[in-house]
């Protein structure tokens, strides 16, 4: 089911200020597919999670779910969040230790005075969807982080929602925990084929989750995109920056072809791909660290020599630091390499992976 969000705003105020945690956001999520959230502690990711599932009430603006709208200003409309057919998966658990698994899964069916038989019918095959069946009389302070995600994930499943939220549901698990959960979440998510909204400040788990990410900053959507997209071909730097890892050198365009663009910069003549700006667009050339080439043909574009100034090995690969200047060129170089610190070398980038950003 579509999401339309229209002009949303919300705004707290606090000591005589006023934070604008939402300032007009725009935003349309397409049925069917998962949806991230991307950005800072403090951007408004939160807040507008809240506000679509109705437990925040925005200043202005509309929101919409399918065909119905659930929020306006304007129209003077608000649905309560109980008809408004969401399911919910929180950063803390919310699990009742009280409670066994059964009962954790059935408690928004009881609340809806569902009949037993069909509580028992549903909750049953929710169990086995999150790979929990056998686990129902189970006491709910007896199950790992991971099954304990996986039963509050069962309970948002169960009363059969069209759209269900995450709020930063990975974040209380361990690192290895977490990458086997995310995996798992996909896997559900793709079967189940409803719309999902996440949020997570966490760039692994929304490229990894996501069909599309909207990065946010300050209130509002900086820039929507597949994962690709947003991470090969951000438009803007804080994008770039946030996304991944990336090297970002202030850059000027000297001349263009039909093809490329050739930028002066710190590191030199720079070699990039062409893209669109307005002339008054201040750039940053933006270089992610596996796309430098450290056997480059005599005959590459864009060869810079630099000497290695650190190297930290963190077992796949030596994370490194080239001086080039005035520039500190972070890179990734293969565990096995003979360089050390001190050692000058040299490496080439290809114009496609040399992309031009605004500031």
Not at 130 to 142: D, I, K, M, S
Request: net charge negative; hydrophobic share 40%.
């Amino acid at each position: 089911m579509q999401i339309t969000i229209t002009g949303l705003k919300k705004h707290y105020h606090s000591e005589g200020k006023t934070i604008r945690a939402l300032d007009g956001v725009n935003l349309t999520i397409e049925a069917n597919k998962i949806f991230t959230l991307l950005g800072p502690s403090g951007c408004g990711k939160t807040t507008l999670l809240r506000c679509i599932v109705g437990l925040e009430t925005p200043d202005e603006g509309e929101i919409k779910i399918g065909d119905t709208i659930v929020w306006s200003n304007e129209k003077n409309i608000y649905v309560p969040t109980e008809k408004r057919e969401l399911g919910m998966v929180f950063q803390t658990y919310a699990i009742w230790p009280h409670m066994n698994v059964f009962n954790n899964v059935a408690y928004p069916l009881q609340n809806m005075k569902m009949p037993k038989d069909e509580i028992a019918k549903r909750v049953a095959k929710t169990l086995k969807f999150v790979q929990l069946e056998g686990f129902e009389n189970r006491p709910a302070t007896r199950l790992s982080g991971g099954q304990q995600q996986r039963v509050a994930l069962a309970r948002a499943l169960v009363a059969e929602p069209k759209v269900i939220l995450f709020d930063e549901p990975l974040s209380n698990l361990d690192a290895k925990l977490r990458e086997e959960t995310r995996k798992e979440l996909r896997m559900f998510l793709g079967e189940l084929g409803i719309t999902a909204v996440y949020v997570t400040h966490d760039r692994v788990e929304a490229l990894a989750l996501s069909d599309m990410i909207g990065v946010m900053r300050a209130g509002n959507i900086v820039e929507l995109g597949t994962p690709k997209k947003i991470y090969f071909d951000a438009d803007h730097q804080f994008v770039a920056d946030f996304i991944g890892r990336a090297n970002l050198i202030p850059a000027k365009v000297t001349e263009e072809t039909s093809e490329h663009s050739l930028v002066t910069t710190a590191i030199g003549s720079v070699v990039c791909q062409k893209r669109s700006f307005d002339p008054s667009d201040e750039l940053t050339l933006c270089i992610r660290p596996e796309f430098l080439d450290f056997k480059p043909a005599s005959d590459a574009i864009n060869r810079i020599t630099g000497v290695v100034e650190q190297m930290v090995f963190v077992g796949e690969v030596y994370e490194s630091e080239i001086r080039v200047g005035t520039e500190l060129i972070f890179a990734k170089l293969d565990p096995q390499t003979t360089l050390k610190e001190g050692d000058h070398v040299t490496f080439s980038m290809k114009p496609e992976h040399c992309l031009l950003v605004s500031r």
